[in-house]
């Protein structure tokens, strides 16, 4: 059963826009998230993360919210850009047991 | 900057074959990570460790073996290739304590 859900496979969205990418987690225990951007033939790299002592964290075009009582949490790219176009992967943890659980990843397409 | 570095970008081996994925990282890292990742799975933890000659099994340890002689060096090894472990394979390194994980460029085997 999967601890961390990504229910949208993938994601098309204009230049420009708003890009909203949803992770749900079914964990109450989980206590720091990331997300990671992934390239086709790259490694993922990490883009963002957020605290659960906290609700949201910014930097830049990017905005991750975590709202815990409904265990989810978004990220929210604006404007998106064609450069944006790849994998997102969500990712927990719970610290006190130190092991960072994926979800299966949104395809996010940015048309110029 | 972290560098991962994975020996092989493309592997191709036949059923039944010994194979191995090296992984050296540059950072002095006391951690590493061992995923796949395959379509609507997301990434899964095969195995990690947390210091030299430590290895912890993942989530899906089966079929799989690693080693950590050295701490810049991790090794994923396949005792007896099969096609169900064609997939991309992800290393990742971590400092001890911190969540950010950061990836080498990844090792897509095909296994025939």
């Known amino acids: 059963d999967q601890q961390v859900k990504q229910n949208s496979p993938s994601l098309s969205v204009q230049e420009g826009r708003i890009s909203i990418l949803n992770c749900d987690y079914t964990?109450?225990?989980?206590?720091?998230f990331l997300w990671y951007k992934k390239y086709p033939a790259e490694g993922p790299t990490f883009l963002i993360s957020?605290?659960?002592?906290?609700d949201k964290n910014e930097d830049g075009r990017f905005t991750v919210f975590l709202n815990k009582s409904a265990k989810h949490l978004s990220l929210h790219i604006v404007p998106s850009q064609p450069g944006d176009s790849a994998v997102y992967f969500c990712?927990?943890?719970?610290?006190?047991?130190?092991?960072?659980?994926f979800g299966p990843g949104t395809s996010l397409s940015v048309i110029p | 900057d972290v560098k991962v570095t994975q020996s092989s970008r493309y592997l191709v081996k036949r059923t039944g074959e010994k194979v191995f994925l090296e992984c050296v990282q540059d950072?002095?890292?006391?951690?590493m990570f061992w995923y796949r990742q395959d379509p609507g799975l997301g990434l899964r933890l095969i195995y990690f460790?947390?210091?030299?000659?430590?290895?912890e099994k993942g989530d899906i340890p089966e079929g799989y073996s690693v080693s950590r002689e050295k701490k810049e060096r991790f090794s994923l090894i396949l005792e007896s290739a099969s096609t169900n472990q064609t997939s991309m394979y992800l290393c990742?390194?971590?400092?001890?304590?911190?969540?950010?994980?950061?990836f080498g460029s990844g090792t897509q085997l095909s296994v025939l």
């Open positions: 990742a390194s971590r400092l001890d304590g911190h969540e950010k994980l950061f």
């Open positions: 964990n109450s225990m989980f206590d720091y």
């Open positions: 957020i605290s659960s002592i906290k």
């Open positions: 990712a927990a943890i719970q610290t006190s047991y130190d092991k960072v659980i």
């Open positions: 950072m002095d890292h006391e951690n």
């Open positions: 460790s947390y210091d030299v000659k430590m290895k």
